[in-house]
């Protein structure tokens, strides 16, 4: 999801360092924070849906975007989409508000509105979970071990040998330690 809001802010994933979500139970509503490099938001499971949402609650009426919240994906993609765009007015050196960000961010939420259910399902697919013999993975990771070890073992021959002879080198010139 934040590849995909990245992808649309035409934002590079790799310069975000960052993003944590958490669960509250404090607020009312989830809150979040954005920065120059990573997003940090706590989302309020208890929260009923569908919700009506604006900024800090502001009205529509003066400007104010208005989210339809459907339920608790639309909440994390509207909170990782405004926090996103603080990370993109910052990188970018764009001084906006609240307001503009989150007319951005209810761009992006629109989209996502669009294609929401092809991604969620992309999104969620379960891998296919073959099972395990522990036994033969044990046993491969000795194997493993054991090549590495005798590895280290012939390294560690060779640089003795090579150290004596550096030492029997000096010794016969006479140097002393």
């Not at 208005?66 to 765009?85: C, G, K, P, R, S």
């Not at 989209?111 to 395990?132: G, I, S």
Request: hydrophobic residues 35%; positive net charge; aromatic residues 12%.
């Amino acid at each position: 999801m934040i590849s995909w809001i990245c992808k649309h802010y035409e934002y590079p994933v790799r310069w975000l360092v960052s993003a944590q979500i958490g669960t509250t139970t404090k607020w009312l509503f989830s809150g979040a924070r954005g920065g120059y490099r990573g997003i940090r938001f706590k989302i309020n499971f208890n929260e009923k849906f569908p919700v009506n949402h604006t900024y800090a609650g502001r009205d529509p009426k003066l400007g104010w975007p208005l989210f339809v919240l459907n339920d608790v994906d639309d909440l994390i993609f509207m909170l990782a989409a405004h926090e996103l765009y603080h990370c993109v007015q910052t990188k970018k050196k764009i001084s906006m508000g609240e307001k503009d960000t989150d007319r951005q961010a209810k761009r992006a939420y629109d989209e996502f509105q669009k294609v929401k259910n092809t991604l969620l399902a992309d999104w969620k697919r379960t891998k296919e979970v073959k099972p395990q013999d522990i036994k033969s993975e044990r046993a491969a990771k000795a194997e493993a071990d054991l090549k590495r070890w005798e590895r280290k073992a012939k390294l560690a021959k060779t640089k003795v040998a090579l150290y004596k002879r550096k030492v029997a080198y000096y010794q016969k010139q006479g140097v002393k330690p």
